[in-house]
Structures are given as structure tokens and as C-alpha cells.
């Protein structure tokens, strides 16, 4: 999930970015909108977004300015501006990308779509070296079903189907457990643990893959013959992880 803020002193661009981030399919929260530095500061730190659609020129200072507040800038940054000259500084900032005003609907959506793709796979790596460092500490699980509570261990998951507000999960001895919380919460829960995201109605245990197979878009096979699709913004990240496995 992309958690935006825009920070613009222009309303009528705020206006214009607002609708465009409608049309996205990214999954996207927008936190807030500010009109300057200081308004636009407060906001950040209030909101803790992950991505930041930022203006240069503003009346009680520039993007960059507030950018250096920040020992560590904790978010990706979108300059969206009238002004070609500060495309390089803006890239000594770490910027995603730089966009001049006027823009097309789609060269913003196109970046947004970069940026979901980068934060994705950011925090699937630093989930994956939480798992490896550990590696030792969660073992067990505790399922509530309607029937009775179970202890599982988590070698014994092979993976998690989401069920609307339900997830069902499909152990090595082909028994089924249906628990009343959604795949979101085991996402948050299991993603150190050596999980993995693969779909957004899918999370799989990585040491049950198979293998990935090419064919119609793409799936994994696992040890219960399943075949999970995976979704195409998490293909490099699994990619990724295959490569630290192997």
C-alpha cells in the first residue's frame, strides 16, 4: 500500500494530482495535501507516509528545504514542478523521478507504479533478512477456528488463501484451517518468518515452493501441487529472493 502525500502550494495542481491518483491501481491511501514547507513538514511527520509528491518552489520556502530537515530522508520523493533547472539537484535528493508541469495523467501513473514496484520490493528484502536473522525465534503459530484452537508449526504451513475476511490455511497434512482474519494480518505476522506476498490473495511458505513456472503469467507450484499465481509487481522480489536461497 502506497501511503501519499502531496505537498503543493497550487490548489489547482493538488486538484489535478488528487484525480489522477484516482485512476491508479497501485493501492493507494492519499494522507494528506500541504500548501508549503513548514505545513508540508508537519504533515510528513504526522502521517508517516512512504511516498511524497513534492513541489520546488513555494511561498515560505523550496522541496529541498524541507527535504533537509531530515537526517534520513524516510520516504521516496516525486518532484512534480514548472522548473527544468533543478532536475539534477533533485536527483542528488534521491528522487523517484522528476516531472515537469504541465504533465500527461499517464507519465504520473507510470511513476507511481515504479514507486509501488520499489517500496514493494524493498520491504520484501528487508523482510527476508529479518527471517534470516530470525531464523530461530517464531516456530509456533496459534489458529482459532470456529471448532478449536490450534498450535501449529509454521514448517508445517504450506500456504494461506485469503477468504474475503477469512484465511484458510492449507497444512502438510492436508488438513484446512479457516481463521477469522484476513491475509493482511498473516502478511504483517509471517513476512519475517519466511513468507511470501506472492498475490494479493496469496501468501506462501518459502520453504514449500517447488518451483516457478513461466506458463500463463506465471505461478508457483508447491508441495501440495497447488499452483499460486503470482502477481507481476512481486515477480522481482521474488526473483530476489530466489537468488539469496540459492
Same mark, same amino acid.
Do not use: C, W
Given at each position: 500500500? $502506497? =501511503?501519499?502525500? !502531496?505537498?503543493?502550494? +497550487?490548489?489547482?495542481?493538488?486538484?489535478?494530482?488528487?484525480?489522477?491518483?484516482?485512476?491508479?491501481?497501485?493501492? !493507494?491511501? $492519499?494522507?494528506?495535501?500541504?500548501?508549503?514547507? %513548514?505545513?508540508?513538514?508537519?504533515?510528513?511527520?504526522?502521517?508517516?507516509?512512504?511516498?511524497?509528491?513534492?513541489?520546488?518552489?513555494?511561498?515560505?520556502?523550496?522541496?529541498?528545504?524541507?527535504? #533537509?530537515?531530515?537526517?534520513?530522508?524516510?520516504?521516496?520523493?516525486?518532484?512534480?514542478?514548472?522548473?527544468?533547472?533543478?532536475?539534477?539537484?533533485?536527483? #542528488?535528493? /534521491?528522487?523517484?523521478?522528476?516531472?515537469? #508541469?504541465?504533465?500527461?495523467?499517464?507519465?504520473?501513473?507510470?511513476?507511481?507504479? %515504479?514507486?509501488? +514496484?520499489? !517500496? +514493494?520490493?524493498?520491504?520484501?528484502?528487508?523482510?527476508?533478512?529479518?527471517?534470516?536473522?530470525?531464523?530461530?525465534?517464531?516456530? =509456533?503459530?496459534?489458529?482459532?477456528?470456529?471448532? /478449536? !484452537?490450534?498450535?501449529?508449526?509454521?514448517?508445517?504451513?504450506?500456504?494461506?488463501?485469503?477468504?474475503?475476511?477469512?484465511?484458510?490455511?492449507?497444512?502438510?497434512?492436508?488438513?484446512?484451517?479457516?481463521?477469522?482474519?484476513?491475509?493482511?494480518?498473516?502478511?504483517?505476522?509471517?513476512?519475517?518468518?519466511?513468507?511470501?506476498?506472492?498475490?494479493?490473495?496469496?501468501?506462501?511458505?518459502?520453504?514449500?515452493?517447488?518451483?516457478?513456472? #513461466?506458463?500463463?503469467?506465471?505461478?508457483?507450484?508447491?508441495?501440495?501441487?497447488?499452483?499460486?499465481?503470482? /502477481?507481476?509487481?512481486?515477480?522481482?522480489?521474488?526473483? %530476489?529472493?530466489?537468488?539469496?536461497?540459492?
Amino acid at each position: 500500500m $502506497l =501511503k501519499i502525500v !502531496i505537498i503543493d502550494d +497550487e490548489q489547482k495542481a493538488r486538484d489535478t494530482i488528487r484525480n489522477i491518483l484516482k485512476l491508479s491501481d497501485a493501492g !493507494i491511501e $492519499l494522507a494528506g495535501e500541504a500548501a508549503g514547507v %513548514k505545513e508540508g513538514y508537519e504533515l510528513i511527520l504526522r502521517e508517516k507516509p512512504n511516498l511524497v509528491l513534492l513541489d520546488i518552489n513555494m511561498p515560505d520556502g523550496t522541496g529541498f528545504d524541507l527535504l #533537509k530537515k531530515f537526517d534520513a530522508i524516510p520516504f521516496k520523493v516525486i518532484f512534480i514542478t514548472a522548473y527544468e533547472e533543478f532536475a539534477v539537484k533533485a536527483f #542528488k535528493f /534521491s528522487a523517484l523521478d522528476y516531472i515537469l #508541469k504541465p504533465f500527461q495523467a499517464g507519465e504520473l501513473l507510470a511513476t507511481i507504479q %515504479k514507486a509501488a +514496484e520499489s !517500496i +514493494e520490493n524493498e520491504l520484501t528484502e528487508l523482510k527476508f533478512k529479518t527471517f534470516l536473522s530470525n531464523l530461530e525465534k517464531l516456530k =509456533k503459530i496459534v489458529l482459532r477456528t470456529a471448532e /478449536s !484452537i490450534h498450535i501449529i508449526n509454521l514448517k508445517d504451513i504450506i500456504r494461506l488463501e485469503s477468504d474475503v475476511n477469512y484465511t484458510r490455511f492449507f497444512l502438510i497434512d492436508k488438513k484446512k484451517l479457516l481463521v477469522s482474519k484476513t491475509l493482511k494480518e498473516y502478511d504483517e505476522m509471517l513476512g519475517a518468518s519466511g513468507f511470501f506476498r506472492a498475490h494479493q490473495s496469496h501468501l506462501v511458505n518459502l520453504d514449500h515452493i517447488l518451483r516457478f513456472d #513461466k506458463t500463463e503469467g506465471g505461478h508457483l507450484v508447491m508441495d501440495d501441487d497447488a499452483q499460486v499465481p503470482v /502477481s507481476s509487481r512481486k515477480r522481482e522480489a521474488l526473483f %530476489k529472493i530466489f537468488e539469496n536461497l540459492g
